[in-house]
Structures are given as structure tokens and as C-alpha cells.
């Protein structure tokens, strides 16, 4: 990010998964001399993706993204095309996908144009709700499948039939790895902004730093 701190303000984002239900979603606050790339970043971090696919912005009907080996080129270089270049309004709105073959899709949209506060560590999450789907978990429709199949009440179901096999201790490991994975889906109301800001501060301190 630049140093230069003249006109910068503070971009109030708020993002959200499209075609998932219920709502999972994410309130930023970005600097506006941030970059596409740094965008990019703290997407990943917030949506705690692996940054392992070929994701691009779409703002204004233009492709703006990373250029990879074997991905999509971008006629201009993500870290060097800064948010305020776009002078966004209240309210507007542009995309970003994360794997084309899963289609996950955010949409973000500008809430507010606030003043900077230079005693404040940015990008920073000020609110958000539910766990993300990891990001090659078949997409949104995939997602939901699952989501209705591990529901609690058929996890719970599962569980006493777990219990009642007289075998258990016999098919110990194999319950056990069945059961990890009931974890992460009983913790999909879970959101810890914390642990995201921590993620948030020490990647773009590292960053600064190198």
C-alpha cells in the first residue's frame, strides 16, 4: 500500500455469498489507495480461502484480477490499479470469483466513504456472519446439498446409530474420521472476526515489512 496518506479515505465494504442460504456475509473497512491485489488478499483471508484458483474482479464490465501461468491475463497489473481510481459511489456494486469451475461469487458493495483514521491497522473486518464454504467444495449448489444432508438433526440420527453399533470399538477409526467431518459442519453458524483480523494483520505487516 502507498504511503501516502493525502485525500486517502476509508472504504466501508460489504460482502456477501451469492446463491447460498442463509446469508453468509462480511463488512470490511479497506483504505482506498489499496489495491486490486490487496483486495484480493483480504478477500482470501476473510472468506479464509486457500488463494489457490484463478479469481478476478469484474467492476464496470472490465476483468481485473492476478494474472497466473495457465490463467486469464488482465490488461492492467492488479497491484498497481488502487481503488480510488474507480470513484466508486455509495452503494456501488462489483463481483469477485473464486474458481471458475465452483463459481463461488461474492458480490461487494460500497457503503460508506469515511474519513481515514491513521491510529487504525487497515484492511480490517468489522462484522460478518456464518462460516464460508471451502472454495472447492463443488460450488454454491454443491454447498447447499450438503448443508440440508449434514443437517443437525440428521447428524444427531447418525450419531445415535453410531452409538448403537455393537461393534463400535471394532470400527472405532473409521467412526472417528466420520465424525470429524460432522464438526465443521455444526460450526457453520460460526464466525470468528477475531481470528480473520489476526490473519489480516499479520499478512499485511509482513507485507509491509518485506
Known amino acids: 500500500m502507498t504511503k501516502d496518506k493525502e485525500r486517502v479515505e476509508v472504504y466501508q465494504l460489504r460482502v456477501y455469498l451469492r446463491k447460498v442460504s442463509p446469508m ?9 489507495d489499496s489495491t486490486i491485489a490487496d483486495l484480493h488478499h ?14 478476478h474482479f469484474l467492476i464496470r464490465s472490465k476483468r ?8 486469464f491475463g488482465f490488461m492492467d497489473m492488479a ?5 480510488d481510481r474507480f470513484n466508486f459511489r ?29 491510529q487504525k491497522s487497515y484492511p480490517v473486518c468489522i462484522g ?16 447447499m446439498e450438503f448443508r440440508q444432508k449434514y443437517s443437525i438433526w ?8 453410531i452409538l448403537d453399533d455393537e461393534d463400535l470399538a471394532e470400527n472405532r477409526d473409521y467412526y472417528v474420521v466420520e465424525v470429524s467431518n460432522y464438526y465443521r459442519w455444526l460450526n457453520l453458524d460460526r464466525f470468528d472476526r477475531r481470528a480473520v483480523n489476526q490473519r489480516l494483520k499479520t499478512f499485511f505487516h509482513e507485507e509491509e515489512e518485506a
Open 79 to 83: 497491484n498497481r490499479v488502487r481503488l
Open 90 to 118: 455509495p452503494k456501488e456494486r462489483f463481483l469477485y470469483t473464486d474458481n471458475y469451475y465452483d463459481d463461488w461469487q461474492l458480490e461487494i458493495r460500497l457503503e460508506e466513504r469515511l474519513p481515514l483514521d491513521e
Open 64 to 71: 481485473y484480477g492476478i494474472a497466473q501461468i495457465g490463467g
Open 42 to 55: 483480504t478477500l482470501q483471508i476473510i472468506m479464509n480461502w486457500d488463494d489457490y484458483h484463478l479469481p
Open 24 to 32: 453468509i456475509w462480511r463488512r470490511l473497512l479497506v483504505r482506498s
Open 154 to 161: 440428521e447428524i444427531g440420527e447418525r450419531l445415535l446409530e
Open 128 to 143: 460478518g456472519k456464518r462460516a464460508v464454504p471451502l472454495d472447492d467444495d463443488g460450488g454454491p449448489w454443491r454447498f
